[in-house]
């Protein structure tokens, strides 16, 4: 039982349940957000007995231990954290001048099984916990003693097969009590499960949302991703234009660029196409190699190709900075190279 798991009502209702007054659920989420206090018995302002009473009922304020960690030169810095029944998830520190960005994981493993993706060919262990998610964010941020100003969650797993854990989660970061992230700094990124989509679009939320795309035509895209079976690309793209008119909010294309698999002319026509009349923005991935799959990313002159050309017909595009390649960090990688 984790307090990072908690939202402020339910905060409260423990407060009131152990005969303790409202307010000393601010005071106690204080310590877990602001301050960063792993331990009740450091809480200095809650009453010894709150302290004993909380550790007795089994309480804790994290479930993640660090199980590991590696850094590049850049600063990236890639996350191991073992939960309590021993499952291992990964999450990933991204610093930049402006930003301050964790990608974190809302599943152990994934039941999605993209065939480039290391977490797609472990298969599915189970959701995260609201905790377990929230609680990257809080880690690193303790970990490198600043400020997360983004979070995305891009990690293991599919956060929309998990929605409410997920979304509570994101609130939780939202929150005034909780990490204070402004909402358009949060973002979901989904692989195409087409009500959520729309389900998403109703919450009182101004958080972002990015679908991994990374193919034009079913066929490709069924190959690549399995779920578009499920949600082929003509409901997945009305789900998404539709999600941009309701909410206002330009959504991403993830587009992963393979070498001689999605990046001929045919691809960047369509892409252009899907990418037209609509309040969206094309992000251009140099795929990063996974061990035992036979991808490969495309040269850098064919990213350029496609950014320039979608620029040309005023497709809205950029080209993801490549970060912390030293420490591998893409989906499901660090477990394998720190054998753990
Ligand atoms: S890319 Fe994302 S959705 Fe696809 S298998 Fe990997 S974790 Fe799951």
């Known amino acids: ?5 908690l939202d402020l009502k339910e905060v409260e209702a423990l407060i009131l349940e152990l005969g303790e007054p409202r307010y000393r659920a601010r005071q106690l989420l204080d310590w877990v957000y602001k301050k960063g206090t792993d331990a009740f018995g450091e809480m200095s302002n809650l009453p ?43 999450a990933v520190y991204i610093p930049e001048v402006k930003r301050k960005t964790v990608c974190f994981s809302t599943q152990v493993g994934c039941a999605v099984g993209c065939v480039f993706c290391a977490t797609g060919q472990q298969g599915f262990k189970r959701n995260l916990m609201v ?10 941020g303790q970990d490198r ?31 005034d009590y909780g990490l204070k992230m402004a909402a358009r700094h949060l973002t979901i990124s989904t692989s195409g499960i087409v009500p959520a989509i729309y389900r998403l679009a109703t919450e009182e939320l101004q958080i972002n949302l990015a679908l991994s795309l990374h193919a034009t035509e079913d066929q490709l895209r069924s190959r690549l991703i399995p779920l578009n079976r499920t949600y082929p690309l003509a409901q997945v793209m009305k789900a998404c234009r539709d999600y941009a008119a309701q909410t206002k909010r330009r959504v991403t ?22 990418a037209t009349g609509w309040l969206c ?8 190699p996974v061990p035992a799959v036979p991808y490969q990313p495309s040269p850098p002159r064919v990213r350029q190709r496609f950014l320039r050309t979608l620029e040309e017909h ?19 990688q660090l477990r394998q190279q720190l054998k753990l």
Request: charged fraction near 25%.
């Open 48 to 90: 010894l007995s709150l302290q004993r009473s909380l550790q007795e009922q089994g309480w804790r304020v994290s479930p993640l231990a660090v199980a590991g960690a590696r850094e590049a030169r850049d600063g990236t810095k890639k996350y191991l954290f073992r939960l309590p029944d021993g499952f291992c998830v990964e």
């Open 1 to 5: 039982m984790e307090i990072t798991g």
């Open 281 to 288: 923005h094309v992000n251009l991935i140099p795929y990063n």
């Open 131 to 140: 905790g377990e998610i929230v609680d990257q964010v809080r880690k690193i």
């Open 145 to 175: 003693k600043i400020r997360i100003s983004h979070a995305v969650a891009m990690g293991q797993g599919e956060p929309l097969a998990n929605y409410e854990r997920t979304l509570k989660a994101i609130r939780i970061l939202n929150a």
């Open 253 to 274: 294309l993830e587009y992963i660029m393979i070498a001689g698999v999605n990046d001929g002319e045919a691809d960047l026509d369509r892409l252009i196409k899907l």
């Open 314 to 332: 005023k497709v809205a595009a950029s080209i993801r900075q490549e970060r912390g390649g030293e420490v591998e960090a893409a989906c499901g």
